[in-house]
């Protein structure tokens, strides 16, 4: 059976203002493919593979691109607080999805959460701005992207992946996997009550998913030496782990 080409096409939350209700029900829809997905637990495993140092003088430094109104990571600030205790967490997303609630709800798990709206691309031809607690020019542990990736056409890709290697010494991306299984199940997602908009959107993130080792391709060289893990993950996921090597 001949691999399904990768097609990007503008997903309709995407074109929705923050406040329409119905971008409002497909975001709690997406916390629903989620659990269905199995992202929380995917995510965790990846994030407990690796050693972070712990009683460090300064916390861990974790941001996560494109993050929604943040509660997929609320679920892995809960589970890994015991083991992550002092995380400064920045969510970057272009639409302003963050409330005061969540991030009260992040300093309960203990983590301190803020928000920062922006387009990614732009965070990317930035200069790279200083950390709002430390004030240490950026560079983060660990940067994680999820559902999110599969946005960007291969050369907005690389230019992002690029960034990302030069600004962090972890990155996690858990995305669609672009497989013949994964679209049958996007096409199902309306029987766990999805409405319109996340059924649209489902299918055409699967088309824009990833499979192989695209996203290995696109990594750039030059930024040091790195591990990278390329892997399906559950049924309907395709992730990518990439540590920079302690020796670069
Ligand atoms: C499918 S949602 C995933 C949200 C969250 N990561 C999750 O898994 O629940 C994709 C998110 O990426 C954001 N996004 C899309 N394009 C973006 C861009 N160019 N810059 C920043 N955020 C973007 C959207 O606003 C949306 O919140």
């Not at 001949?2 to 409002?24: H, I, K, N, S, Y």
């Not at 140092?53 to 607080?81: H, K, Q």
Request: with cysteine; glycine share 8%.
């Amino acid at each position: 059976m001949t691999p399904l080409p990768r097609t990007v096409r503008a997903e309709a939350l995407d074109g929705l203002v923050e406040d329409d209700p119905v971008a409002m029900r497909s975001r709690r829809d997406l916390q629903r493919v989620h659990r269905f997905m199995g992202t929380r637990s995917i995510v965790l495993r990846a994030l407990r593979g690796w050693s972070m140092p712990r009683g460090a003088a300064t916390p861990l430094r974790v941001l996560e691109l494109g993050a929604g109104d943040g509660s997929l990571m609320l679920g892995v600030a809960r589970a890994l607080a015991p083991t992550w205790p002092r995380v400064e967490l920045t969510l970057l997303d272009r639409q302003a999805l963050i409330t005061p609630a969540i991030i009260k709800q992040y300093a309960q798990a203990g983590w301190n959460a803020t928000s920062r709206t922006v387009d990614v691309l732009d965070w990317v031809a930035g200069p790279t701005a200083s950390l709002p607690i430390s004030g240490r020019p950026e560079h983060w542990d660990v940067i994680i992207a999820n559902l999110f990736l599969h946005h960007f056409e291969e050369r907005q890709l690389a230019t992002l992946l690029r960034a990302i290697a030069a600004r962090s010494d972890h990155f996690f991306a858990c995305e669609p996997r672009r497989a013949r299984f994964a679209l049958a199940g996007s096409h199902l997602i309306g029987t766990i009550g999805a409405n319109a908009v996340t059924r649209q959107d489902a299918v055409l993130s699967v088309h824009a998913g990833f499979r192989d080792g695209e996203l290995t391709s696109l990594w750039p060289t030059g930024n040091g030496s790195w591990n990278l893990q390329e892997h399906s993950a559950g049924l309907f996921s395709h992730r990518l782990l990439a540590e920079r090597s302690r020796t670069s």
